[in-house]
């Protein structure tokens, strides 16, 4: 079946480093690939998306680029502050029939904590 | 505030009772998702409602049902808890074809 592999954390980072969180995929067909973040006591929130092969999400400072040949969609952040310091969930939906219901297939989450 | 309200928030009940949390969507999205997070099984969908009807199943346990009323929101019931159950609960929902938007989940302690 579909799911999504995430590199263990937690991450530990000083202040505007750079950021790299991987992210790999198994899925039929061609899936919706998705960052969510979740912050200390709060829910889920969408942090971008791609909805096809090479597309590029960004937000925030954040991107990730929908890669087929590689099956990845791995985030990633130029600088990073203090306040990025979350957990962040890679996910696919699949846009293969039956399954194209919208439900999101979840990777273990990666915490990051980014240090001053 | 994401649109999507769950209630209540924390919940703290015996093994062996019942509970029901609900879940309002988003104003418009017919779509009302169910997971579960907790520690050694992460992020796992339940069950998917869309307009009224079952749509979409996934490891949800036979003691758990859900059931989405005519004004869209959900219900999550869970019987005979046990000590295992204890989780947090989220509802998302979406508009057709839209991404998914969380609630702040609804944190479940059963002892």
């Known amino acids: 079946g579909d799911s999504v592999t995430q590199m263990e954390g937690p991450v530990t980072l000083s202040e505007e480093a750079f950021l790299t969180i991987n992210c790999t995929y198994t899925?039929?067909?061609?899936?919706?690939l998705f960052w969510y973040v979740q912050y200390p006591g709060e829910g889920l929130q969408l942090l971008l998306k791609?909805?096809?092969?090479?597309d590029k999400g960004s937000n925030k400072g954040f991107e990730a680029t929908y890669r087929k040949e590689t099956t990845s969609f791995h985030l990633e952040k130029g600088s990073v502050q203090v306040s990025d310091s979350a957990v962040y969930f890679c996910a696919l939906s699949s846009q293969i029939a039956p399954g194209n219901t919208g439900k999101l297939i979840f990777g273990q989450g990666t915490t990051l904590q980014v240090k001053p | 505030d994401s649109g999507v309200t769950q209630t209540p928030k924390h919940l703290i009940t015996a093994t062996g009772q019942r509970v029901t949390l609900r879940c309002s969507p988003r104003s418009g999205d017919l779509s009302v998702y169910w997971y579960q997070q907790s520690l050694d099984q992460g992020l796992q969908f339940l069950i998917q409602?869309?307009?009224?009807?079952?749509?979409a199943k996934g490891n949800i346990l036979e003691r758990f049902s859900a059931q989405q009323f005519p004004d869209l929101h959900s219900e999550l019931n869970l019987s005979s808890l046990e000590l295992g159950d204890s989780a947090l609960y989220f509802c998302?929902?979406?508009?057709?074809?839209?991404?998914?938007?969380f609630g702040s989940g609804t944190r479940l302690t059963v002892v």
């Open positions: 791609a909805t096809k092969a090479d």
């Open positions: 998302a929902s979406s508009a057709r074809g839209g991404p998914s938007t």
């Open positions: 409602y869309y307009n009224g009807e079952e749509r």
């Open positions: 899925a039929t067909g061609y899936p919706s």
